[in-house]
């Protein structure tokens, strides 16, 4: 059974621009959460979808954003970039069970010039 | 909100045992996971208390105490390549609603 897949792998922007990253979750898996990792502040949830609705959503500002497609594979946008939002952005995913474990991509790194 | 609380490092010799604790002030506390994550890789799940009490599983015990807020993940007969970080993460509400919140995890380095 393949894992959590995310594309791209690395990623380099420069300020004011917009990125578009992809996560396909574990098949049979309806359920996304996306992550952002940095040294500073670790793991920070951004938001989860589930059958294409957003559930829930950290503390993140508008320029972050997200979707979920009918085969549950989700994208997130960030747009106007800044230099701050160099992370290593983590997708997970899960059947949606109460209390069941996450299933984490290999994240795409994000660095912003 | 919630305040998760981890040492950012700690250092043990290989074939030892070291204990990584995590406190915690939540509401709504349905779990607590924590995960491993090498360098370069993705988190992967090592552990889930939801009832106090201690979880054995092989060299990788884990504590929960919910009235104290605090947890521990205890690792046995240490070996290089438990040289990671260790996330501890917290779950709120039920199915539907679910959230889980982590810890800005502990960097274990294994020395011989």
């Known amino acids: 059974k393949a894992g959590v897949t995310q594309t791209p792998r690395y990623l380099i922007k420069t300020r004011g621009q917009q990125v578009t990253l992809s996560c396909s979750p574990i098949s049979g898996h309806r359920s996304v959460s996306w992550y952002q990792q940095t040294p500073g502040q670790g793991l920070q949830f951004l938001f989860e979808?589930?059958?294409?609705?957003?559930?829930n959503k950290g503390n993140f500002p508008g320029r972050f954003s997200g979707r979920q497609f009918s085969n549950s594979r989700s994208e997130m946008n960030v747009s106007t970039l800044e230099l701050g939002d160099s992370a290593l952005y983590l997708c997970?995913?899960?059947?949606?069970?109460?209390?069941?474990?996450?299933?984490f991509g290999s994240g795409t790194q994000l660095s912003v010039l | 909100g919630q305040n998760i609380d981890q040492p950012t490092e700690m250092t043990a010799t290989e074939g030892a045992i070291v204990q990584i604790n995590c406190t915690y002030q939540t509401s709504g506390f349905n779990g607590l996971f924590w995960y491993q994550q090498h360098a370069g890789e993705a988190p992967t799940f090592l552990s889930y208390?939801?009832?106090?009490g201690l979880e054995e599983k092989g060299r990788f015990s884990s504590f929960l105490s919910r009235s104290k807020g605090y947890s521990y993940l205890l690792l046995k007969e240490l070996q290089m390549k438990d040289s990671a970080s260790y996330l501890c993460a917290v779950a709120r509400g039920g199915a539907g609603s679910y959230q889980l919140t982590f810890g800005k995890g502990t960097k274990l380095s294994v020395i011989p």
């Open positions: 208390n939801v009832l106090d």
């Open positions: 979808y589930f059958s294409e609705t957003q559930r």
């Open positions: 997970a995913s899960s059947v949606d069970r109460n209390n069941e474990k996450l299933f």
